[in-house]
């Protein structure tokens, strides 16, 4: 799997792992999702084919662990205001929609085994960020708070509905005590959803079925919940299931202010007057279409021809970002299907038989996933030494391009003169 480009392996393979987490959302038709324990050094963004992934972890220097981060569908991207600063365990998003400013947060709480006094510094970061946000903006604070909240609906009516699962532990009492002073509710409590819909995570040993992946919201959004536009909480490397939630939202496109001077370019979708010609030769032949039928017959004629046309003279577009998973997705997907399907048959029914098919569905998918990258890589590196070989400098330049797969984008922190990191423009004006 060496392609000759980066020595961190580990770097590389979580990489490939947005290709396959864009893949299951795009299944799942959902609109942002809020991840935990992304895993992922420093912060940055990266964008696949349907979904662009933004995350903030631990220095690369630190210890690979935590993490929060949003997949965000492309068709969003000029709604959002991406997340901009951070820690390894809360990020925050907005969005704009008709309605005004609408604020998610990404977060994954202390486990409970955890130091108090890890809990405790979890707890007044989360707080300091929910009061950095207007009471009149709605607030979704997507998370895997590692709590049980319980079933006591009459001992806190305003933060628990009727239909929550087990009992309080330590972590959910820390929880409820945060939401009644903020005036938060557990949206998981107050929809009567389906029982395997309630739970998020088996424990290994007692077998039971915990809910710890919640949502929270204001009591005023509350109604606005279970509607439309899709969130979601995902953990991304434990074996947490997904919790889904959707709110009638209708996202705004931001409008960016052109700078004056600056000349507006328009350029071609093709170069290439040779093709063009042969385009408008070839689509003349085929119309005038049928001229006695009715509206909707000839538009279909126009549509198809001008479609059939542009496939047979230009074909179809090449992703010049493409990778080894991309040019192996028709190989790959049916064992990552495969998988999935036996994960799912061993949460429904966990015996010994269902764990031993998801184990060897888990062996196959990495076994085809390596070979795939092999192949590819090797492929790739003959393509460019052979062009090397030739003279063929631009041949060479491009297969590296290609080699480099989807563009990542690193962000780095602001700090000041002594060291610290800027949050906001007054800690940036008082540090030099």
């Given at each position: 799997m060496l392609s000759g480009l980066t020595?961190?392996?580990?770097?590389?393979?979580?990489?490939?792992?947005?290709?396959?987490?864009?893949?299951?959302?795009?299944?799942?038709?959902?609109?942002i999702v809020a991840l935990q324990e992304t895993r992922l050094p420093d912060s940055g963004s990266i964008k696949e084919k349907t979904f662009t992934f933004f995350w903030q972890g631990k220095s690369d220097q630190e210890r690979r662990e935590y993490g929060a981060g949003f997949a965000v569908k492309n068709s969003l991207l000029g709604s959002i205001i991406p997340p901009s600063s951070g820690s390894e365990r809360i990020l925050t998003l907005q969005l704009h929609t008709s309605g005004g400013l609408v604020n998610l947060i990404s977060a994954y709480a202390p486990t409970l085994t955890s130091a108090a006094e890890a809990k405790d510094m979890f707890y007044d970061d989360l707080s300091a960020a929910v009061?950095?946000?207007?009471?009149?903006?709605p607030l979704f604070i997507l998370d895997d708070f590692n709590a049980r909240v319980g079933t006591e609906h009459s001992s806190w009516p305003t933060c628990l509905g009727h239909f929550g699962v087990g009992r309080m532990n330590e972590n959910g009492q820390r929880l409820l005590e945060f939401c009644c002073h903020h005036g938060l509710c557990i949206t998981n409590t107050f929809f009567n959803?389906?029982?395997?819909?309630?739970?998020?995570?088996?424990h290994p040993r007692s077998k039971h079925w915990h809910q710890l992946d919640l949502i929270l919201t204001r009591r005023a959004t509350l109604p606005y919940v279970n509607l439309t536009r899709s969130y979601q909480s995902a953990d991304c490397d434990t074996d947490h299931s997904l919790v889904c939630t959707k709110v009638k939202l209708f996202p705004r496109r931001l409008h960016h202010i052109k700078k004056e001077g600056r000349p507006r370019i328009d350029i071609s979708k093709t170069h290439n007057q040779d093709k063009v010609t042969e385009f408008a030769q070839s689509l003349q032949s085929i119309l005038p279409g049928p001229l006695n039928g009715n509206a909707s017959a000839r538009w279909q004629h126009l549509r198809d021809a001008v479609h059939s046309v542009a496939m047979s003279v230009f074909g179809r577009k090449v992703n010049k970002s493409a990778d080894w998973f991309d040019a192996s997705t028709e190989e790959i997907m049916p064992v990552i299907e495969a998988k999935r399907v036996a994960l799912t048959a061993y949460k429904i029914h966990p015996s010994q038989h269902n764990l031993q098919t998801l184990r060897a569905a888990r062996s196959k998918a990495q076994q085809v996933a390596r070979r795939c990258a092999n192949d590819y890589w090797l492929q790739m590196c003959t393509q460019i030494q052979l062009?090397?070989?030739?003279?063929?400098?631009?041949?060479?330049?491009?297969?590296?391009?290609?080699?480099?797969?989807?563009?990542?984008?690193?962000?780095?922190?602001?700090?000041?003169?002594?060291?610290?990191?800027?949050?906001?423009r007054q800690s940036r004006w008082s540090g030099g």
């Open positions: 020595e961190d392996l580990q770097l590389l393979n979580d990489m490939r792992k947005t290709a396959v987490i864009d893949k299951e959302l795009q299944r799942l038709q959902l609109d009061s950095r946000i207007p009471e009149n903006n959803s389906k029982p395997q819909h309630k739970v998020s995570w088996r062009a090397a070989d030739s003279g063929n400098m631009k041949g060479m330049y491009d297969g590296i391009r290609r080699a480099l797969g989807p563009t990542q984008n690193k962000t780095a922190p602001l700090k000041s003169t002594t060291g610290e990191v800027i949050r906001d």
